[in-house]
């Protein structure tokens, strides 16, 4: 379970750190991450930390792909894992 757990932890943190890196980047003119990774880091199961960062860093927030997309990666990764808990 622990290994679950730091499993989430750090992809969410790196999920927000995409997030906030591709602003960065955007803001100063340079190569951005593609719109795949970021998707990408939310559904290995960063969807926290995608939607946390996506929010805070004011990024992303216009594209329809990622105001429906994330929200939905999130539903999915939560029916998901209720499922494997209550499954045993």
């Known amino acids: ?6 499993y989430f932890l750090a992809v969410n943190l790196l999920a927000f ?3 906030g890196l591709d602003k960065w980047k955007a803001i100063h003119g340079r190569w951005r991450i593609s719109e795949k990774t970021l998707l990408l880091s939310a559904l290995s199961g ?3 930390g995608a939607f946390l960062g996506m929010h805070y860093f004011h990024h992303k ?3 329809k792909k990622f ?3 994330v929200p939905a990666i999130g539903t999915l ?7 494997a808990i209550l499954a045993g």
Not at 77 to 82: F, H, T, V, W, Y
């Open 1 to 6: 379970m622990r290994e679950y757990f730091l």
């Open 17 to 19: 750190c995409l997030f």
């Open 46 to 48: 960063g969807f926290l």
């Open 61 to 63: 927030t216009r594209h």
């Open 67 to 69: 105001v429906y997309g």
């Open 77 to 83: 990764e939560i029916a998901a894992s209720l499922f």
